[in-house]
């Protein structure tokens, strides 16, 4: 077994721990929502809100879980702050996950 191989699958605790909460976020539907749509284009909290039919408090809170685990990125404009993912790795996992469940 090549180095790179043995490096991927030692895994040390922070790792799984973080994996798990990740798995454990994309498990919440409005979060994946969220997601989806920061995926098409970079919103505001009121863009989020708006295009999903949610509470901003609703939205926030999302968003902060979200960027606590490094899954959004955040970008201010005057007084209003836009979202995007922060990279594609989840993403792409995200996005085979429901075109996998929307798969018959």
Do not use: W
């Not at 699958?9 to 539907?29: G, R």
């Not at 970079?42 to 039919?53: K, T």
Request: aromatic share 4%.
């Amino acid at each position: 077994m090549s180095n790179e191989k043995n490096a991927r699958l030692d895994m040390d605790e922070e790792t799984l721990f973080t994996a798990s909460q990740i798995f454990k976020a994309l498990s919440e539907p409005t979060r994946i929502k969220i997601l989806h749509l920061l995926n098409e284009k970079e919103c505001s909290v009121n863009q989020i809100a708006q295009a999903l039919a949610l509470q901003q408090s609703t939205v926030s809170h999302q968003l902060r879980l979200l960027k606590n685990l490094r899954l959004v990125k955040f970008r201010r404009e005057g007084k209003t702050i836009y979202y995007s993912p922060d990279d594609n790795h989840v993403m792409n996992l995200l996005e085979q996950t429901l075109k996998h469940a929307h798969h018959d």
